[in-house]
């Protein structure tokens, strides 16, 4: 075979070969992902996941996907916003539900109080309860939108059973001087990251310092993955030269210390926080986030 032809060959094979997988393509610039709407709600249907015969669609999830099409046919078309049905009947969607309710502060919703519509994630996004609301949805979407950070996307749909962690993270515009601030670094499938989590709930609203001053204790969560939030964490870990051995998850910054994984966090934590570190904790670096 002449070398041509070899090119020729190799040529056809590459487009068969693109023509099989895909032609990869880029995401116009600018454009941001779709808002992700979950929607959690109970139906006792299970998806189909018995083995009898003459299995139909579920009908509680059918309706509610049915009028929400409907209202928000364009924002759909436009590829604006992608639903997610979620079944409360399965044990995994039930504890996303409860750290998505918890994230949000609203931990004490009965369980009753359902179709939960959430859009986006903590921090950004927006939760409300009842179909009584359904119709505020086109408006509190395009006031989620308009918010939404351009690296939102970061968030992976989880796997069958795994749960999420997403932990307390006070405002940031809501940290006076005379505060104890904590930072904890943390990313959101980290098992020992989970562990802590008994810990972090025990946080007392207020603590008494060594010489007697009553402080607010002022919690922040800095999620790794978010790339806005991984340069803050990459700063501190330049001020306060953390060894490249120990820049993982979970740590937590009070003062000038920066204690690694359990068995640091663990007796380290409320010691310092008693000492007063967390009234020298730097605010500096959080500027950012406000931008």
């Given amino acids: 075979m002449t070398k041509p032809m070899k090119r020729l060959t190799l040529l056809l094979c590459l487009v068969l070969m693109l ?107 927006a939760l409300v309860h009842g179909e009584e609301n359904e119709s505020a949805l086109p408006g509190l979407i395009s006031e989620v939108i308009a918010r939404m950070p351009a690296d939102a996307a970061w968030r992976r749909e989880p796997r069958e059973g795994q749960e999420f962690i997403a932990p307390r993270s006070d405002p940031l515009t809501d940290i006076q001087p005379s505060d104890s601030l904590i930072l904890y670094f943390f990313k959101d499938f980290c098992p020992y990251c989970k562990d802590l989590e008994v810990l972090f709930d025990a946080l007392p609203d207020f603590v008494y310092l060594a010489d007697g001053t009553k402080s607010r204790v002022r919690f922040v969560s800095l999620e790794k993955q978010i790339p806005a939030h991984m340069k803050v964490v990459q700063r501190y870990y330049d001020k306060l030269f953390v060894h490249p051995d120990r820049q993982f998850v979970p740590m937590v910054v009070i003062g000038d210390k920066a204690l690694f994984l359990q068995a640091e966090i663990v007796p380290g934590l409320f010691p310092a926080l008693i000492s007063g570190e967390g009234l020298k904790t730097n605010r500096e670096p959080l500027e950012a986030l406000h931008q």
């Avoid at 979950?38 to 009028?67: H, K």
């Avoid at 209202?71 to 604006?80: I, T």
């Fill in 19 to 125: 023509a099989a997988f895909g032609f990869p393509y880029a995401q116009a610039e600018g454009d941001k992902a779709p808002l992700f709407l979950r929607v959690y709600l109970f139906d006792p249907c299970g998806g189909c996941a018995s083995a009898d015969t003459g299995c139909r669609e579920c009908e509680v999830i059918m309706d509610v996907l049915n009028r929400l099409i409907r209202l928000l046919g364009d924002e759909l078309a436009s590829g604006q916003v992608d639903i997610r049905m979620r079944n409360l009947l399965f044990e995994p969607v039930q504890k996303e539900h409860q750290t998505y309710l918890k994230a949000f502060g609203q931990e004490d919703t009965p369980k009753s109080h359902t179709p939960t519509y959430l859009l986006g994630e903590p921090g950004w996004g």
